[in-house]
């Protein structure tokens, strides 16, 4: 199948590299890119010669969170479209997490908004330095809904609260604090670190690497359909709320919110 918004490439030990590849977007999340990364989260998975994968973004950024123009489209879509998006890309958060190969995200730049909701689903993450953090949802009258789950059980709850609410942006020391990040590492030496990382695993049979994942995964808190459903009700919710629709206005009318006057 030919990609669009992504691309990867595997070398002969099974190493795959996927790449975010919308860099004039910082690799924000379309309806199509959506789409591919649920469609390639299956592939990779399902394929015996693939021994781990690693995320990364072209361009000045890992992932910016949400496209513009897939926001605008929810911003004038009804309650039925909102929660049908929504569920596009809870699944393939969730196809990503549940991928039985170790998935190592390399990042650089921002992430943010659904970019930390990819970093979530990595089993490692090796940062560069300079990379910045934000759950920044809330700055738009929103909430970080289809990707809390995923949050939560990587940084748990105490850690999460202040992050959703406040929308800041952090540096890769405190995600590394918090455990949103593995390790931290110079411009010159990610790439260096993030070979030494998924080349780590090739020392793990590939079946039992596997299922030592999913063991992992239903000790932890666990992300059933009904778990996802409340999330996207929750956002369904707050997309009918004043704030959002003055929240949405002002960042498309490149304005200051109600709030922040």
Known sequence: MIYRTIRYAGDG?????????????????????????????????????????IVEGDGKSFCAGGDL??????????????????????????ALNEMPKPLIA????????GGVGLVS??????????????????????IPATISPYVIARIGEVRARPLFMSARIF?????KTAGLVSMIVTAATLDAAV????????AAAPGAAGRAK???RSL??????????????????TWETEEAREGLAAFFERREPSWRR
């Not at 123009?69 to 809870?90: H, Y």
């Not at 540096?171 to 995600?175: I, K, L, R």
């Not at 070979?195 to 090739?202: F, I, W």
């Open 13 to 53: 030990r099974g190493i795959v590299r996927l790449t975010l590849a919308r860099p004039e977007k910082h690799n924000a999340l379309s309806a199509l890119m959506i789409g591919e990364l649920t469609d390639v989260a299956s592939r990779l998975g399902a394929d015996a010669t693939v021994r781990a994968v």
């Open 69 to 94: 123009e897939w926001m605008r489209q929810q911003f004038t879509a009804d309650r039925q479209t909102r929660i049908a998006e929504a569920t596009r890309l809870a699944m393939m958060f969730r």
């Open 106 to 113: 390399r990042v650089h730049g921002n992430a943010f908004g």
């Open 121 to 142: 689903v990595c089993d490692a993450v090796i940062a560069e330095q300079g990379a910045k953090f934000g759950l920044t949802e809330t700055r738009l009258g929103l």
């Open 171 to 175: 540096g890769a020391e405190e995600a």
């Open 195 to 202: 070979e030494a990382e998924a080349a780590s695993y090739l």
């Open 214 to 216: 999913r063991l992992a």
């Open 220 to 237: 932890g808190s666990p992300i059933t359909d009904a778990v996802i459903a409340a999330t996207i009700e929750q956002l369904a919710d």
